[in-house]
């Protein structure tokens, strides 16, 4: 079946060659989703979205973080189909999409933030963001812990408490770091090992960072 195959790689160059692993990656998804398994499918659909994103991968992926409660992820999903697909969904689909998004607004709470730098915002160590956001992010409801991280810059963290229908609004204001000395690891042993600075993932080795930030996963 389609699910033993191997698609191209993500990174594959030729134009065709990504059309071909990002369809066969959600026909995966597909099957798994269509036998109930959301988790697992989930994982082709964000992966063929990783290739090419497309109306069916996001709205499909949408559907999935839907179904396992995974409310914010699937309202980010769901507004990227009106932000970036607008004109290539059906009426239906849009209608679909408003609905679903306006039902997840009454479970969600929202951050306002702002920094007085363009970092990243990190919060419960997922990125949700690149200063200055464009709008509010959509949270789950509880206790989430916020940071804005960028290099050279003394990392701001605060834990929030987040409710259902409430917005919190955050400033965040970081201080630069007196020293400025890096390290780059080029160990050829720790290529591709994941790359982590205060508990964020930030890409793979090698890769330069500042001291006493790195640590292997």
């Given at each position: ?6 698609a191209p790689p993500a990174e594959a160059a030729d134009p065709i060659e ?67 697909f607008l004109a290539e969904l059906s009426a239906d689909d849009k209608e ?122």
């Amino acid at each position: 079946g389609a699910a033993a195959k191997t698609a191209p790689p993500a990174e594959a160059a030729d134009p065709i060659e990504r059309l071909m692993a990002a369809k066969l990656l959600f026909a995966q998804g597909n099957e798994l989703r269509k036998l109930g398994d959301c988790a697992r499918a989930l994982d082709f659909y964000e992966r063929s979205r990783a290739v090419i994103a497309s109306v069916p991968n996001t709205l499909n992926s949408a559907f999935c973080l839907d179904q396992l409660g995974r409310d914010d992820e699937a309202y980010d999903a769901y507004e990227a189909l009106l932000t970036d697909f607008l004109a290539e969904l059906s009426a239906d689909d849009k209608e679909a999409v408003v609905t679903a998004l306006a039902a997840l607004r009454t479970k969600l709470g929202a951050l306002h933030a702002s920094a007085n730098v363009d970092g990243l915002l990190v919060v419960d160590g997922r990125g949700r963001g690149q200063f200055p956001l464009s709008h509010d992010v959509r949270l789950q409801p509880g206790e989430r812990v916020v940071r804005v991280v960028k290099d050279g810059w003394a990392t701001f963290e605060k834990t929030i408490v987040v409710r259902a229908g409430e917005t919190v609004s955050l400033d965040a204001k970081l201080s630069p770091l007196a020293e400025s000395g890096r390290l780059r690891v080029e160990d050829e042993r720790l290529v591709g090992a994941d790359l982590f600075i205060d508990g964020t993932l930030v890409g793979k080795l090698p890769r330069e960072a500042r001291p006493g930030q790195l640590r292997q996963a």
